[in-house]
């Protein structure tokens, strides 16, 4: 037990302090960086930094799911999400720097927040667990969507990595309703929705 706290406390610091990798390539790496205005640029390193930020998040939801998951195939379907949240950590993190910015101060905050949220998901049991999986990368998918009509046309860059992690989150949603997620009843998804505008309205500038 002890073993396993300390591999945990190790994975959240990692998270937080450590550069993350991707084992993929970087989407529009082979895309030529271009001249955007102060303004454009100020509002896609936002962007960026709202996205990186959810995949804080999303590092210390899947951890505390997977933590009380019961079901091994459920276990397993969350470290898989994991793993290409970390990717999707690395591109937003890396983004961020080419525009010029940094990540946001509040990530401690939220991280610690959404892993006590999955937590207390996976106490749900699994199909609640899978159900709140679900619901979170639907409503990822669309927020992403909604990035993808805001980012200047121009920035290449930011599009590939936001329209490659669109897919990829979708892919996850996909593959918990496969397993059998329950539909979370609709004040929770409202719930989750609202705590998603506070974060990015957060996020967005600090």
């Known amino acids: 037990m002890i073993d396993k706290f300390i591999v945990e406390f190790d994975k959240g610091l990692r998270t937080l302090f450590a550069p993350a990798l991707s084992s993929r390539p970087h989407p529009g790496k082979n895309l030529d960086e271009v001249t955007l205005s102060d303004e454009q640029k100020q509002h896609a390193l936002g962007?960026?930094?709202?996205?990186?930020?959810?995949?804080?998040?999303?590092?210390?939801?899947?951890?505390?799911?997977?933590?009380?998951?019961?079901?091994?195939?459920?276990?397993?379907?969350?470290?898989?999400?994991?793993?290409?949240?970390?990717?999707?950590?690395?591109w937003t993190e890396q983004r961020i720097r080419e525009l010029g910015g940094r990540t946001s101060v509040l990530n401690p905050l939220w991280y610690g927040g959404s892993l006590a949220i999955g937590v207390a998901a996976g106490l749900l049991g699994?199909?609640?667990?899978?159900?709140?999986?679900?619901?979170?990368?639907?409503?990822?998918?669309?927020?992403?969507?909604?990035?993808?009509?805001?980012?200047?046309?121009?920035?290449?860059?930011?599009?590939?990595?936001?329209?490659?992690?669109?897919?990829?989150?979708?892919?996850?949603?996909?593959?918990?309703?496969?397993?059998?997620?329950a539909r979370l009843p609709l004040p929770v998804r409202q719930g989750m929705k609202l705590s998603s505008r506070l974060m990015t309205a957060a996020s967005y500038r600090i």
């Not at 998040?57 to 933590?67: E, F, I, V, W």
């Open 126 to 181: 699994d199909r609640w667990n899978l159900g709140f999986l679900e619901e979170t990368e639907h409503q990822v998918g669309a927020h992403l969507d909604s990035h993808l009509q805001s980012l200047p046309e121009e920035d290449g860059k930011s599009r590939a990595i936001v329209t490659q992690m669109r897919d990829d989150e979708l892919r996850h949603a996909d593959m918990a309703h496969a397993l059998g997620a």
């Open 47 to 90: 962007l960026m930094r709202v996205n990186h930020c959810g995949e804080v998040c999303a590092q210390a939801l899947y951890q505390g799911q997977a933590l009380t998951a019961r079901d091994p195939a459920a276990r397993e379907a969350l470290k898989e999400a994991a793993h290409e949240e970390v990717e999707h950590l690395a």
